[in-house]
């Protein structure tokens, strides 16, 4: 997508179209609309910086990713009406596997003339292609990436009429290749890239330094530069003679991945687009290179708008693809003690089964053309951001910010400590069908109708059907009749217990059950506690052995750290 972020504040504020907008996050621009960038706006001025070359810029908050999420998403969508083979590579850039949909189109096409989509790689003239010209061998090549490139505007035209962006991409036989032209002719334009010899030793010259080689990271190439190798002849070179055990390139990387990357400086990518679905992890960060956190005031104030910003990039989650449990929660951070080198490390704590999703999401994507972001002297910063959670959610970020601190407890025991990166991520579990989440209702009042217990007002929703994580007929039958230690359990359940007068059925009993058992509870257990309590929420408060707190009618529920 060309300048993702600053196309986004344009779909909110239409009246910014054609004027200088740039994105800020903390006191940095990050990126910039074209009409800024012709000031000689660079990714990474400072706000101060950034005024002087251009007065008029209008200055957009970033730190909020939720709406740049939800348009990505809708990017994605489009994208996947021509492809089943979409993958994600961060928020504004997709891979799409067009063969399928090229075999398609030139059985249907038989012998018609093909009308080239774009620019060819090193032509720069898109209109002039006569100077294209490949042997034998290699038209059937150059016809497949036509057809492919004609798709590919397709996809680029669609999200242009359907979500209001303009992108800019690259068509070839990998996904190495096609990266690296993607940019070529940014903005609006798409690049093809057939890969001849000549065409391979241009894109990819032996001068050409590592790290702009994608797949080659930021890590390898430290270690490659620890090394002395800069270049892409440098790795070459080096990489000849890997048969010597004793090679230094072996003390930094296994003969695999020094195999890999050779073949990436080759231009050969043999790696398949993978199909993107949910995410496994959601994540929020934040640095201090310039002033290093130092006392454990400050790391509990940041893990405080961390828990909201991560629980709104949860809720944004959400939108596309539903709620899911989340299992887990981790504290990574890089820091240094006194008159020490800064270090990474992370932690990690099991939250059990419990689920911070949102019941209500149905997997729907809102639209673009929200509100727009507020003025630049209104303009909110990531903590006002974060105060717009619901209430149930300011309550579960604390807790999650409690627990963070707790890993940071154990990461940094004692002080002084200089933190430089803090990060909080949760992981996700697969998606159970069915499922829903806890409910943060308080507990209904219960009274007597016509001498009968009457149900609880607002029962949390039960899912219409257990997915098969436990038999519990078998479960009963090896452990006895069951309900043992309970109030009349009836063993494997020929028909309900008399002390379940507020379930509408047996059959809501047994889910309800099942749904206890799915989040990690034993079955006797979760069978008593559904027959003390009478209820789904007040069973996992037996189960978890916490009271309930209420606060202006909003239940807290408990996080709790496994063993």
Request: charged share 25%; proline share 6%; net charge neutral.
């Amino acid at each position: 997508m060309d300048c993702f972020y600053a196309q986004c504040e344009e779909l909110r504020q239409p009246e910014l179209k054609g004027k200088p907008v740039g994105v800020q996050q903390k006191m940095l621009v990050i990126t910039s609309n074209y009409a800024a960038r012709a000031f000689g706006i660079k990714k990474g001025d400072s706000l101060q910086l950034v005024r002087e070359k251009c007065p008029e810029i209008t200055i957009c908050n970033g730190e909020d990713l939720t709406f740049y999420g939800q348009v990505s998403q809708q990017v994605f969508d489009v994208a996947s009406r021509f492809s089943s083979k979409v993958e994600k590579l961060g928020l504004d850039e997709v891979f799409v596997d067009v063969t399928e949909k090229v075999d398609e189109r030139l059985r249907a096409m038989a012998d018609e003339n093909i009308q080239v989509q774009g620019v060819v790689y090193p032509v720069a003239d898109e209109a002039d292609t006569s100077r294209v010209d490949f042997s034998c061998s290699e038209i059937q090549c150059w016809k497949r990436l036509s057809v492919a490139a004609s798709i590919c505007h397709d996809i680029r035209q669609a999200i242009q009429n359907e979500v209001g962006l303009t992108s800019s991409a690259g068509v070839s036989v990998s996904k190495l290749l096609a990266k690296l032209v993607a940019s070529w002719q940014k903005p609006a334009k798409q690049t093809i890239f057939v890969p001849t010899a000549s065409r391979l030793s241009s894109l990819l010259p032996d001068s050409l330094a590592i790290q702009k080689i994608p797949g080659i990271g930021f890590s390898s190439t430290q270690r490659c530069n620890a090394l002395d190798i800069h270049t892409i002849r440098d790795l070459s070179l080096a990489a000849e003679s890997i048969a010597d055990p004793n090679h230094p390139l072996l003390t930094a990387f296994d003969p695999n991945t020094v195999k890999t990357m050779r073949l990436l400086c080759l231009g050969i990518d043999k790696a398949s687009v993978k199909a993107s679905g949910a995410p496994k992890s959601c994540s929020a960060e934040d640095s201090f290179w310039q002033n290093p956190l130092s006392n454990t005031t400050g790391v509990k104030t940041s893990l405080a708008l961390l828990a909201k910003k991560l629980l709104s990039k949860v809720r944004s989650v959400e939108q596309s693809f539903g709620f899911r449990p989340v299992p887990t929660l981790s504290l990574t951070l890089r820091h240094a003690g006194r008159d020490a080198e800064p270090r990474r490390e992370r932690r990690q704590m099991q939250l059990g089964s419990f689920k911070v999703g949102n019941p209500n999401c149905k997997g729907n994507i809102s639209s673009p053309k929200g509100d727009p972001l507020p003025t630049e002297g209104e303009m909110k910063t990531d903590k006002d951001a974060a105060e717009t959670l619901s209430v149930n959610d300011q309550l579960l970020s604390q807790q999650l910010a409690e627990r963070a601190f707790g890993l940071f407890q154990k990461l940094v025991p004692n002080e002084p400590f200089s933190l430089h990166i803090l990060n909080i991520q949760v992981g996700f579990s697969e998606t159970v069908p069915g499922q829903q989440s806890l409910s943060f209702k308080p507990q209904p009042q219960r009274h007597e109708v016509s001498g009968q217990v009457s149900p609880p007002a607002a029962l949390p929703a039960l899912p219409a059907a257990l997915p098969p994580v436990v038999d519990l007929e078998r479960e009963e039958r090896q452990g006895g009749q069951g309900g043992q230690g309970g109030q009349g359990g009836q063993g494997a359940g020929n028909s309900a217990p008399e002390t379940l007068e507020t379930l509408e059925s047996f059959e809501a009993f047994e889910t309800s059950l099942g749904s206890l058992v799915a989040m990690g509870f034993q079955v006797d257990r979760a069978k008593r506690a559904l027959q003390s309590s009478r209820s789904v929420t007040g069973a996992i408060e037996e189960l978890l052995k916490r009271p309930r707190t209420q606060l202006e009618s909003v239940e807290l529920v408990e996080l709790v750290e496994l063993d």
